[in-house]
Nanobody
Framework: QVQLVQSGGGLVQAGGILRLSCATSGSIFNIDAMSWYRQAPGKQRELVATIRRGGSTNYADSVKGRFTISRGNAENTVNLQMNSLKPEDTAVYFC?????????WGQGTQVTVSS
């Protein structure tokens, strides 16, 4: 059974730094892209950052210049470095992997930024 296992997150003051990691458990081959999404209370889930198989990345405007998505050392792992965190970054963050029409999701990790 394929799973995405997330780690990191937690509580930090505004201006602080957090790092999220996501690793696959089980066999996933030919991943097209891995992404981070977030969902704040009462809001829809939104795309934060994506890294594609070729290495290209894109970011939500709200996190550009502050967040960095990168591949981990192990295959099919992805990290999200979050700098200069703001209270509005508070949300549950989800890792996502896409292969063709199939989408895999992590369990979600709470990130709370206090003002």
């Amino acid at each position: 059974q394929v799973q995405l296992v997330q780690s990191g997150g937690g509580l930090v003051q505004a201006g602080g730094i957090l790092r999220l990691s996501c690793a696959t458990s089980g066999s996933i081959f030919n991943i097209d892209a891995m992404s981070w999404y977030r969902q704040a209370p009462g809001k829809q889930r939104e795309l934060v950052a994506t890294i594609r198989r070729g290495g290209s990345t894109n970011y939500a405007d709200s996190v550009k210049g502050r967040f960095t998505i990168s591949r981990g050392n192990a295959e099919n792992t992805v990290n999200l470095q979050m700098n200069s965190l703001k209270p509005e970054d508070t949300a549950v963050y989800f890792c996502n992997a896409v292969r063709g029409l199939t989408s895999f999701w992590g369990q979600g990790t709470q990130v709370t930024v206090s003002s």
